[in-house]
C-alpha cells in the first residue's frame, strides 16, 4: 500500500505516519526529518534549507523532490508499501511523485483537517524529543518514548508558526484538491485524540482496502 499524510502544521501528521507505517508494516518517509537530519549532520543541503525552515516557508522543490526521491528510490517500498509524511507540500511535488512512482501512483492520500485555533495551541505549546521526534506538550522533561531530551523546534514559535500555516494554506492546500479529483481522497476528522484520530485512519483503511 502506498500512502501519503496531507495536513496542516501540527495536525498530527508526523505522530499518525509513524503509527499507521508500525501497524501497517509499512516505510515511513517524513521529508522534516530527512531535512532535520540533514543539518544536524552539517550537510549542504541542510545547511540550504536552514534558512528557509527557520522562516517557516517551504525549501525550494528541486531539493526536496531529489531528496526524498533518492530516498524513496533506495528503500524497497514495492514490497513493503510506504507512508510519506510532510511530502508532497506543492503540486509540483505531487507531480514528481507521481512520475517517480511505479505504477499509478499513490493508493490514497490520508487528509487529517484541524481547525486552525487548534493548530497554534498545539504548536506553540509542543515540545520534541531530539532522538525520536515524538512530539510532547511543554512542561514535560523528558521524552516519555525513549527519556531523550525535549526542545521546542526553532519553526514552532509563534511567528513561524503563523507562517507554516499560511504557506500551508497558499501552497499545500491545493494537493487536497488534486487528490479528491483523482479519487485518492480519503478525509479524517483530527480534532479528537491521538488515539480517536489513529483508529479512524485504520478504520477507514481497512474499508477501502479490502
Ligand atoms: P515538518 O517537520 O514536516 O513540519 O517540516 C518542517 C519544515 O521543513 C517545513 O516548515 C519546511 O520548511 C521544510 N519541509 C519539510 N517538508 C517539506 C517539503 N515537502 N517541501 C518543502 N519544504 C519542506
Not at 522534516?32 to 549532520?41: I, V
Not at 541542510?46 to 526521491?69: F, H, N, R, T
Not at 490520508?110 to 487548534?118: A, D, K
Not at 514535560?140 to 514552532?156: A, F, I, S
Amino acid at each position: 500500500m502506498l500512502l501519503l499524510l496531507l495536513g496542516a502544521p501540527g495536525s498530527g501528521k508526523g505522530t499518525q505516519a509513524k503509527k499507521i507505517a508500525g501497524c501497517l508494516g509499512l516505510i515511513h518517509i517524513a521529508s522534516g526529518d530527512l531535512l532535520r537530519d540533514h543539518q544536524t549532520r552539517g550537510t549542504a543541503l541542510g545547511l540550504s534549507a536552514q534558512e528557509y525552515m527557520q522562516k517557516g516557508i517551504l525549501v525550494p522543490d528541486e531539493l526536496v523532490i531529489a531528496m526524498v526521491m533518492e530516498r524513496v528510490g533506495s528503500d524497497n517500498y514495492t514490497e513493503r508499501g510506504l507512508i510519506l509524511d510532510g511530502f508532497p507540500r506543492t503540486i509540483e511535488q505531487a507531480e514528481a511523485l507521481e512520475f517517480g512512482l511505479e505504477g499509478n501512483g499513490i493508493d490514497y492520500a490520508l487528509f487529517i483537517h484541524v481547525p486552525e485555533p487548534e493548530l497554534i495551541r498545539r504548536m506553540s505549546g509542543r515540545l520534541v524529543c531530539r532522538v525520536c521526534q515524538a512530539p510532547h506538550q511543554k512542561g514535560t522533561h523528558v521524552c516519555g518514548n525513549c527519556g531523550g531530551e525535549l526542545y521546542q523546534r526553532d519553526d514552532d514559535n509563534l511567528e513561524a508558526v503563523r507562517k507554516r500555516i499560511e504557506v500551508y494554506r497558499d501552497q499545500t492546500a491545493p494537493l487536497i484538491e488534486f487528490y479528491r479529483t483523482q479519487g485518492k481522497l480519503i478525509e479524517v476528522d483530527g480534532y479528537h485524540d491521538v488515539e480517536t484520530v489513529e483508529a479512524a485512519l485504520i478504520a477507514v483503511l481497512k474499508d477501502h482496502w479490502n
